[in-house]
């Protein structure tokens, strides 16, 4: 099972709802990751975790609040969103750095759309 | 501060031709390289990946080379077809950075 399996594929969520976006992997990768990308625009880094803990935060607004419960599954949660959030966040998975080794090759999930209105 | 850079933005080819397209990054203390397709409104997949002690990588069609002097990558599509349109993507891994920095990439389109 080489998939990263992402849901939903589609939201819509007004500014005052809160809402979870959810994503999940069998390949046995140690490191997770969420991306946020605007239309025509390369994906931009929100959150790492490695071995479940969170690594990096790309000085993300707390109104995303990240969260990984178990090695399989990674959620994002929002919470009183701005319009400029809507984009396609991505999740990703990899194994991890150790002993100055590399990331390697990334797993993509097909995304989740969002539009906050 | 590492900063990728892709050439041409955007390319309109007829189906069957041979096509380059071109990544430049600006600090060669890297791990690897990725060349990743990214389909509208889906995620990315990647098509090939090239260790920083390699040269280059061939899948299929594909063939992407890797000189890291000079800070350049390029991936060739043999024989282009309609199913080839779709977003380049190329990104690079830093030895002292926990994260792939993406390149501006290459929108293609190849016409029946």
């Known amino acids: 099972d080489t998939e990263v399996t992402q849901t939903p594929k589609h939201l819509v969520m007004g500014m005052t709802n809160k809402k979870s976006l959810k994503c999940e992997q069998h390949?046995?990768?140690?490191?997770m990751y969420w991306y946020k990308q605007k239309a025509k625009k390369p994906p931009e880094l929100m959150f790492v975790?490695?071995?479940?803990?969170?690594?990096i935060n790309e000085s993300v607004p707390s109104r995303f609040s990240p969260e990984c419960p178990n090695s399989s599954l990674l959620n994002l949660h929002l919470h009183a969103l701005q319009p400029e959030d809507s984009a396609l966040y991505l999740c990703?998975?990899?194994?991890?750095?150790?002993?100055?080794?590399?990331?390697?090759?990334?797993?993509f999930g097909s995304g989740t759309q969002l539009s906050v209105l | 501060k590492q900063e990728v850079t892709q050439i041409p933005a955007a390319l309109s080819v007829p189906e069957g031709e041979n096509l380059v397209l071109n990544c430049s990054f600006t600090?060669?203390?890297?791990?690897?390289l990725q060349w990743f397709r990214q389909d509208p409104g889906k995620g990315l997949t990647s098509l090939l990946l090239?260790?920083?002690?390699?040269r280059e990588q061939t899948s299929g069609r594909l063939n992407a080379s890797l000189d890291k002097s000079s800070g350049r990558s390029t991936l060739y599509i043999a024989a282009s077809q309609p199913g080839d349109s779709a977003t380049y993507l190329c990104a690079v891994e830093g030895l002292d950075t926990d994260k792939l920095i993406f390149g501006t990439g290459t929108r293609l389109q190849v016409f029946p």
């Open positions: 975790y490695s071995y479940e803990k969170l690594s």
């Open positions: 990703a998975s990899s194994h991890t750095r150790s002993g100055g080794t590399a990331f390697g090759k990334l797993f």
């Open positions: 600090d060669s203390a890297i791990y690897n």
């Open positions: 090239i260790q920083s002690s390699q």
């Open positions: 390949m046995g990768h140690r490191a």
